[in-house]
């Protein structure tokens, strides 16, 4: 952060158009994306959407066949691994089974041929940074998952990257454990300032890290964003189905009103979504609500049903308890199916299977879902 | 189910706990009878064609040679003899030496070979591993004619340098000469060395590599650094095959290395074939195949003990 | 396993069996031993065919020795046409060949060769040979007829010669300019790593040892004594060292000067000239001075143990007769034993110089190499396991 040579406001990783294919396969396709200096980046996406293949290309293990890779402003696309300022934490951790924790540790230091005190030092410090202090002595194939997980951190570390990638690497270890590890490594990162990209599929472990994300499918960059605004503002429907969950509907707009568009059936039942004005009425538009976004009131406390906004009549014809939260399954006229997600709280309970409920929500936590393809490149 | 296999059995009367554990024991019973059973035709086979004969060899050793006919006696000095005569000990000593120097060759082309296979050629691996495994199907008396006219006057490599203008008359130490028998054993000695190198490499993951190099290593220093303490076990192997196989040696040097008795195994044959005198033949094996054993075990126990 | 997994595997095994169980070649004999083929069949004269009609009719012949040395193809025609069938055998070794006469089987033919029937005749196996029942005993070459090696110490026939041949070497003319008199001549630097030998003490030792002069070549044994097996084993040693390697029979040393990698092999046989030229090389054969008298011959003879001996007399008499004993020379690449045949045979038996047997006292001297025996060697004289010993120092040094 503080080396002058950099020129600044230059990006620590910069892809420009990055093209993988194995075969007839194109893993990834087409992609272009800026990771800031000390940022905690994700890329999130289903199993084989090509996140890891971009991960070992930002590694060097493959090689674009289309576009470049920058790397502080250097062309890297054809640096090997062993010669690019880049370090990876494995999925599987791939520790050298034969030597012990430290020597695991100091690979990347004796390579570098620094001092053996110098090497002794800060391998003992990293292993108190990671939560492994005493354990240099022990042989690396002796370890539990957690503490293989963290040898693995420090041995990448160590070596001062610019950049850290990390594939997946909490995916083998239990819950309880990953929550922790989730909040330690955003820690670890945080207090070194180095740049991570983080590989994922699970999007509450992306949002709850990261300082950006990047949804891809199919070897596409759909969409990037900080989690907030990835979650509620999607681009389109996969991201929108992705990350997290959604009640999506399609309407038929009976009337326009400035920049919103209603829709009514006879019977008290409206629909006010934002639409923008080239929306006439007759269009069908097809938009997204997010469960925790639906509120439920008991017919029989409704205040006003003649206010503006979104209301529909339904019926509650379940209710799942979730532990902290709860799922009531709504049946309404107009959208059939509903879902709302509320905090299990006293007054949740109040919501029954089988009580007539209305069902509402703001007008700006709807928002519209087009194809799959975004229009236009996706940006901050 | 437990009613149906106490009926089986012979006819008692117990109570509920007591069948159950008979039922464990008869299970238990009938599965070892059956794994018995597997093994028999196996151990059998390896009995008595190996065991006997070589139990016959052992006894042999200990015969009376009479008008060049083996008489059953227990007498030491087919073994004194053979043990103190000078070109035996200097043979012994010619073949460890050889068997040393052409254990390392073929372990030095061995461990890249099977490197190569599984890791850079991963996908096709199996194929290609086949191929250098159906050399050694390819009959050994015929590969020692094959490479007898390779190496020979007119053979390809004399024909090629000639050709090429680097000699002018064919090299004739090529063949009948330690070198052909050299080449030629280790020609047929490296599908022994690849072999268990490459067995034990599948179980070196390649993302293993890819950390170390990851961390800055070269592909060749993550192969000696990762790859080659991982997969020692297959290395110690192909160490111990390769150089216990070239100790028993004698068709080659026979074929290819001149009229000279080149190693132990000659000595052996001359023996058995020529002076026919078995005693001390097999005398001269049996220490041999102790020696064998011996460095077998030295071999292995060195090479764990240097190398973690 | 599936069912059919078990058939598959099954029948791999049984494949294997199969395949190992496969014919044996024979054992190789000496130099009698059958390379080819017959070339021609067997056209049996009318006046062979009269002889026949007698007491061989439909008899079984019992035959103990070489393969391919009792008529099994020149006489398969007469055989036929008088229902006589003949068996062979061949126990694998000439020691066990005396066991199997001297236990009583029953035999009523068995060969005789010339370098173990001296002592085989010592040994009583097989009765003498009235040669008045041979019709064709007149027409043998007298240098075989008269040999002495037939004959017991009693001075009558055992044993009739069928084929002969000399002790050549054979040699690549395009490569050998003067091809050596002697075999001293091979431990010259100029023939360093040009020939091939064989590994054989007794006849490396032997020739040496005519070459010296401790030898002269007549008699049953070569017999030197400790001093001149010193003096051989040196210059042993020296030809070892020259020579570029053993050849594995004569099909071996043919094959290794036609690939080029030797001008001349220790000792040959004519044959090779022929096998040479199926491949298109042109070899040639000579003699050294101390082996023109080698040579040797193969023959039958009657054992005591014999059953049908009048069978055996026409059977014998047939083997050497004028068509019959052409094509036992041409089957066996050797000489004929009839003067007659020489002139009908075909070239395997053309090579031979007949002149060398022309006469009474043979050219060729049909002798035995060998050492004597551990039990029988006269004081101060070595014996084969003297030799054997002297062999194995110098093949450790070579």
């Known amino acids: 952060m503080t080396d002058g040579s950099r020129r600044p406001f230059q990006p620590a990783i910069l892809l420009e158009g990055v093209t993988k294919r194995f075969g007839s396969v194109v893993a990834v396709d087409n992609v272009t994306l800026a990771v800031e200096e000390g940022e905690f980046f994700s890329l999130l996406g289903p199993s084989g959407c090509g996140k890891t293949t971009l991960l070992r290309m930002l590694a060097g293990f493959e090689t674009p066949d289309d576009g470049s890779v920058y790397l502080r402003g250097e062309d890297v696309t054809l640096v090997q691994p062993n010669k690019r300022a880049t370090n990876m934490v494995f999925q599987n951790y791939e520790l050298f089974p034969h030597m012990t924790v430290f020597n695991n540790v100091a690979y990347g230091l004796k390579l570098k041929k620094v001092p053996r005190n110098e090497i002794g030092q800060r391998v003992n410090e990293m292993l108190e940074v990671v939560g492994v202090g005493g354990l240099g002595t022990r042989a690396a194939d002796q370890l539990s998952g957690g503490q293989q997980q963290r040898v693995a951190l420090a041995r990448a570390l160590i070596n001062r990257p610019a950049v850290l990638l990390l594939d997946e690497p909490l995916s083998a270890l239990d819950v309880k454990l990953r929550k922790r590890m989730q909040l330690e490594l955003k820690s670890i990162q945080h207090s070194l300032g180095t740049t991570f990209v983080y590989v994922t599929h699970d999007q509450e472990e992306a949002l709850l890290m990261s300082d950006r994300v990047g949804i891809m499918d199919h070897g596409r960059l759909l969409q990037i964003g900080a989690p907030r605004s990835i979650y509620e503002q999607p681009r389109n429907e996969f991201v929108a189905d992705f990350v997290g969950t959604l009640n999506d509907f399609a309407i038929t707009v009976t009337r326009t009103d400035g920049d919103l568009a209603v829709a009514e059936n006879g019977d008290g039942d409206r629909i006010v979504v934002m639409a923008g004005h080239s929306c006439r009425a007759g269009d069908t538009l097809r938009i997204a609500v997010r469960p925790e976004r639906i509120l439920l009131t008991p017919r029989a406390e409704e205040a006003d049903s003649g206010q503006p906004g979104n209301r529909l009549s339904g019926r509650v014809q379940d209710v799942i308890y979730m532990g902290p939260f709860t799922q009531y399954l709504v049946d309404t006229g107009m959208l059939g199916r509903v879902v709302s997600q509320r905090v299990s709280n006293e007054e949740a309970t109040l919501i029954t299977p089988g009580l007539e409920v209305a069902v509402t929500w703001a007008v700006d936590a709807a928002f519209p879902l087009s194809d799959r393809d975004p229009v236009e490149a996706p940006t901050t | 189910m437990i009613e149906s296999v106490t009926r089986r059995g012979p006819r008692r009367k117990r109570s509920r706990r007591g069948t159950s554990g008979e039922v464990l024991v008869a299970i238990d019973r009938r599965r070892r009878v059956a794994a018995w059973l597997q093994l028999f035709p196996g151990s059998a086979y390896f009995t008595l064609l190996f065991l006997v004969p070589l139990a016959g060899l052992l006894a042999m050793s200990f015969f009376r040679l009479v008008d060049f006919d083996p008489v059953p006696a227990f007498v030491l000095s087919n073994y004194a003899e053979v043990l103190t005569t000078s070109i035996h000990v200097r043979l012994g000593l010619r073949t460890i030496q050889v068997a040393g120097i052409l254990t390392v060759i073929v372990l030095l082309v061995s461990f890249p070979c099977a490197y190569v296979l599984n890791f850079v050629f991963r996908a096709k691996r199996q194929l290609l591993y086949f191929l250098i495994l159906v050399s050694l199907f390819g009959g050994y008396i015929v590969r020692i004619y094959a490479w007898r006219s390779i190496l020979g006057r007119q053979g390809v490599i004399n024909q090629t340098l000639i050709g090429m203008g680097i000699i002018e008359e064919p090299i004739r130490y090529l063949l009948n000469s330690m070198f052909a028998v050299g080449a030629s054993l280790v020609n047929f000695l490296i599908p022994l060395g690849v072999l268990p190198i490459y067995a034990a490499m599948q179980n070196v993951s390649p993302h293993v590599i890819e950390a170390a190099r990851d961390l800055g290593a070269s592909r060749i220093r993550a192969a000696r650094q990762i790859v080659l303490p991982l997969s020692m076990r297959g290395v110690r192997a192909a160490t111990a095959f390769v150089f216990i196989a070239t100790l028993g040696e004698w068709v080659t040097p026979r074929l290819l290395g001149g009229t000279k008795d080149l190693l132990i195994g000659n000595r052996i044959e001359f023996y058995f074939g020529q002076s026919l005198e078995w005693p001390q033949g097999a005398a001269l094996a049996m220490t041999l195949m102790v020696a064998m054993g011996v460095f077998a075990y030295i071999i292995i126990s060195l090479m764990k003990r240097l190398t973690r | ?398």
């Open chain 3, 1 to 398: 396993m599936t069912t059919r997994g078990r058939v598959l595997v099954t029948l791999m095994a049984l494949a294997l069996v199969v395949a190992a169980c496969g014919e044996d070649e024979p054992a190789p004999t000496t130099a009698a031993a059958t390379t080819a083929a017959p070339t021609t069949a067997a056209p049996t004269t009318t006046e062979a065919m009269a002889e026949a009609m007698s007491a061989c009719e439909g008899a079984t012949l019992s035959f103990i020795g070489l393969d391919g040395e009792a008529g099994e193809t020149e006489l398969q025609a007469w055989r036929d046409a008088n229902g006589v069938a003949l068996e062979t055998n061949w126990p694998g070794s000439w020691p066990q060949f005396v066991a199997a006469i001297k236990v009583g089987d029953v035999y009523d033919l068995a060969t005789i060769a010339y370098h173990v029937g001296p002592r085989h005749i010592e040994a009583g196996l097989f009765q003498p040979i009235d040669t008045s029942r041979l019709e064709n005993w007149d027409k043998m070459f007298p240098g075989l007829r008269e040999n002495s090696s037939l004959r017991g110490a009693d001075g009558q026939v055992y044993g009739v010669p069928i084929a002969w041949g000399d002790g050549p070497y054979i040699y690549h003319p395009g490569r050998v300019a003067n091809p050596p008199k002697s075999i001293t001549e091979l431990m010259e630097p100029e023939w360093e790593g040009r020939f091939t030998i064989f590994d054989s003490p007794t006849l490396v030792f032997s020739m040496l040892a005519i070459a010296n002069g401790f030898d002269d070549g007549v008699g049953d044994r070569t017999n030197i004594n400790a001093d001149q097996l010193e003096v051989v084993k040196d210059q042993a040693l020296q030809i070892l060292r020259n020579a570029s390697a053993f050849a594995n029979g004569y099909r071996d040393a043919t094959d290794i000067m036609v690939a080029g990698d030797s001008d001349l092999n220790v000792n040959g046989w004519e044959a090779m000239l022929t096998w040479a030229e199926e491949q298109g090389e042109t070899l040639d054969f000579a003699f050294f001075e101390e082996s023109g008298g080698g040579g040797w011959w193969d023959g039958l003879a009657i054992p005591v143990t014999a059953d049908d001996v009048d069978c055996a007399y026409e059977y014998i008499d047939l083997m050497i007769s004028d068509d019959i004993n052409a094509q036992v020379g041409e089957n066996l690449v050797s000489g004929v034993v009839n003067s007659n045949s020489a002139e009908i045979a075909g070239p395997g038996a053309q090579i031979y110089d007949y002149d060398l047997v022309r006469t009474d006292t043979s050219a060729v001297s049909f002798r035995n190499a060998q050492p004597p025996e551990d039990d029988e060697a006269p004081e101060g004289i070595t014996s084969i396991s003297d030799w054997l010993d002297a062999w194995e120092e110098i093949k450790a040094e070579a």
